[in-house]
């Protein structure tokens, strides 16, 4: 199994992608900016899209991704895409964006019977299986009913996982749930610096104080990826993030990068 960064930032800018990372070439995790990234025919082969909540920064590339490959997974005959999400995201997709206003109902499109793309609802603590690949939803504490993933990389590998964490403010039930799981690979976010810690706290997001509080709860040694930073921060929160006690291995994701599991 691998994973391919597309897109890891906060926000926008050039060469700055929001969170998509692309799970072997078939599943979707987060659908930010970085989808843009895939060339048609890598996008016609995503047949999964797991979403860690509503917000606009990790939805956006749906509603493209759609239309881009609707025509083309149509001739082929393949099956509708399965968008997998919490209840409420899924429901805030269905008012809010393919609402026929900001863009058109795909999940009727092109015909009611054979859409390109279909809802599907999941829990926090339900186990995904997608094609022989298990999925964890995690719990996660946002503004907006949010979850992170672990991903298991099976027997082989000792059933170690590669975890991400969503957008998520300080998060006790994600640690709680990590102590019983082997951990190799962990994504978190750290989205302010320590300036912003107020703005953190009330977004619900973390920064590298935060981060510090959250990892003295973590078990094992795995390779830690800071994500979620917005463009043009990333140096200054990284180096609060050295300051800090504690001998993690840690450092910022990057699009493009690849991890294999
Ligand atoms: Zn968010
Ligand atoms: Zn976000």
Redesign the pocket.
């Known amino acids: 199994m691998k994973i391919r960064v597309l897109g890891c930032s906060?926000a926008i800018a050039a060469g700055y992608k929001?969170?998509a990372f692309l799970l072997d070439d078939d599943v979707l995790i987060d659908a930010g900016t970085g989808v843009g990234d895939l060339d048609l025919s890598a996008l016609a082969r995503v047949d999964h899209v797991l979403l860690s909540h509503s917000?606009l920064?990790?939805v956006l590339g749906l509603p493209l991704l759609a239309d881009s490959v609707l025509r083309l997974r149509a001739q082929a005959g393949r099956p509708p895409i399965q968008v997998h999400a919490l209840a409420p995201t899924l429901e805030a997709l269905r008012q809010h964006l393919f609402n026929g206003v900001i863009w058109p109902d795909f999940t009727r499109l092109p015909s009611a019977e054979r859409p390109v793309l279909t809802l599907q609802p999941f829990e926090v603590g339900q186990r995904l299986d997608l094609g022989g690949r298990m999925i964890e939803v995690l719990s996660a504490a946002h503004t907006v009913p949010a979850c992170g993933f672990a991903v298991d990389t099976g027997a082989a590998r000792d059933h170690a996982h590669w975890v991400y964490t969503g957008?998520t403010g300080p998060n006790p039930l994600l640690w709680q749930r990590l102590a019983q799981l082997r951990v190799s690979h962990l994504v978190i976010?750290t989205?302010f610096s320590d300036e912003e810690q107020q703005l953190a706290a009330i977004s619900r997001h973390l920064c590298p104080a935060a981060l510090g509080r959250e990892l003295a709860q973590l078990q094992g040694e795995p390779h830690i990826h800071i994500t979620?930073i917005k463009p043009g921060e990333v140096e200054a929160v990284m180096a609060e993030i050295a300051a800090l006690p504690g001998a993690h291995r840690m450092a910022a994701l990057r699009a493009g990068q690849l991890i294999e599991l």
């Open positions: 906060g929001t969170t917000h920064d990790h957008d976010e989205a979620h």
